[in-house]
């Protein structure tokens, strides 16, 4: 797989989306164990986001700032309201739920982005061609791969220690972890429909960080008229003792800022489907940093289902990077022919002037 320089950055900046997402999970569970509501948690979080982002935006689109037409803040709008259900049912489930089985279960992105993808025709899909195929049994691969690490358990490997905390394992019901799943799931889908969403709106709005900032001032508002009415108590709203300040902090910094204008960035220049795939890494991530960090026990179903989520990355990476060289020979193609017609008939007319 082929890949310059200049190609080289969404995919590092991907990579790194998914290691921050890793500790969003881990700062969404922390959050919620210490009394936080997760409305009140996606307040807090998208109001210091949009503090952050106000300067920002001023500051790298000064001479670019496109004019806010009734068009613009409807689509803003818009993703907000499906950005909005995405962390409320994704904090929802963290509550009920592991943040690994959170992780996990995000895996099922890729397949649904890759079926909304190709019925807004944002990608093709052709039974014959090897592209189509290697996406869409990377996708697949990858799913299987994640649902490996998530049912599958296996004998110990190796572990540092067994009896040291980990935030991705809580003791839960199994009522509670079937309300947690089910919820995760559904997350999932609004998920794709939100990397869908962006696709749409970036293309009319290449600002990426002023997009940023009316989606977390719309998810800030959402959030708190939810919470007025249904949360009773008031102490939820505290940001004190410090565990539940620190994860809204990282949530504001790497789960706003960062996370989402990166994947906006690259959906805009690689397509809904580059910037879900990368989904899968996630669970690898969530297994170093249980084991190495946390000292959590690694075991065999966590080996195989990480080779196995590799395999159908790569697979899918190398489906996207043989398509972009078709298209760029084709594009190469279509040059040429336009500049062999435009000779012909420029040299007719110098013979006819002559």
């Known amino acids: 797989m082929k890949i310059n320089n200049a190609g080289v950055v969404p995919y590092v900046g991907m990579v790194i989306v998914q290691f921050a997402q890793v500790g969003l999970m881990i700062?969404?569970?922390?959050?919620?164990?210490?009394?936080?509501?997760?409305?009140?948690?996606?307040?807090?979080?998208?109001?210091?986001?949009?503090?952050?982002?106000?300067?920002?935006?001023?500051?790298?689109?000064?001479?670019?700032?496109?004019?806010?037409?009734?068009?613009?803040?409807?689509?803003?709008?818009?993703?907000?309201?499906?950005?909005?259900?995405?962390?409320?049912?994704?904090?929802?489930?963290?509550?009920?739920?592991?943040?690994?089985?959170?992780?996990?279960?995000?895996?099922?992105?890729?397949?649904?982005?890759?079926?909304?993808?190709?019925?807004?025709?944002?990608?093709?899909?052709?039974?014959?061609?090897?592209?189509?195929?290697?996406?869409?049994?990377?996708?697949?691969?990858?799913?299987?791969?994640?649902?490996?690490?998530?049912?599958?358990?296996?004998?110990?490997?190796?572990?540092?220690?067994?009896?040291?905390?980990?935030?991705?394992?809580?003791?839960?019901?199994?009522?509670?972890?079937?309300?947690?799943?089910?919820?995760?799931?559904?997350?999932?889908?609004?998920?794709?429909?939100?990397?869908?969403?962006?696709?749409?709106?970036?293309?009319?709005?290449?600002?990426?960080?002023?997009?940023?900032?009316?989606?977390?001032?719309?998810?800030?508002?959402?959030?708190?008229?939810v919470s007025l009415v249904v949360e009773k108590d008031y102490g939820a709203w505290s940001l004190k003792p410090k565990m539940r300040l620190f994860p809204v902090i990282y949530s504001a910094l790497f789960g706003n800022v960062f996370q989402v204008s990166i994947i906006m960035w690259c959906i805009r220049r690689k397509g809904p489907l580059f910037a879900s795939v990368f989904h899968p890494l996630g669970v690898i991530f969530a297994i170093l940093m249980g084991t190495i960090i946390l000292g959590e026990t690694f075991y065999l179903g966590s080996l195989l289902g990480s080779i196995v989520v590799v395999v159908g990355f790569y697979a899918v990476m190398w489906g996207k990077a043989k398509e972009a060289k078709m298209i760029e020979e084709e594009d190469g193609v279509k040059r040429s022919e336009s500049n062999g017609k435009k000779v012909p008939l420029l040299q007719n007319k110098i013979e006819d002037g002559v």
């Open 27 to 225: 700062a969404g569970k922390i959050a919620m164990t210490n009394g936080m509501t997760t409305f009140t948690f996606a307040f807090y979080s998208n109001v210091f986001a949009s503090i952050i982002l106000l300067p920002l935006s001023f500051l790298f689109y000064r001479s670019t700032r496109p004019p806010l037409f009734i068009t613009f803040l409807c689509g803003f709008f818009l993703l907000g309201f499906i950005g909005f259900l995405v962390q409320i049912l994704g904090y929802a489930g963290i509550k009920y739920a592991s943040a690994s089985l959170s992780t996990s279960m995000l895996n099922l992105i890729p397949g649904f982005t890759f079926i909304l993808a190709v019925i807004f025709r944002m990608e093709k899909l052709n039974g014959k061609s090897s592209t189509t195929l290697a996406k869409s049994i990377g996708t697949i691969v990858s799913i299987i791969g994640a649902l490996i690490v998530t049912l599958y358990q296996g004998p110990s490997i190796f572990g540092i220690s067994q009896h040291s905390y980990n935030p991705f394992q809580t003791l839960t019901s199994s009522s509670d972890w079937l309300i947690g799943a089910s919820l995760l799931a559904i997350d999932s889908v609004v998920a794709s429909i939100f990397i869908i969403a962006q696709a749409l709106v970036v293309k009319k709005c290449p600002t990426e960080l002023i997009l940023m900032f009316f989606y977390s001032c719309f998810i800030a508002i959402l959030s708190a008229a």
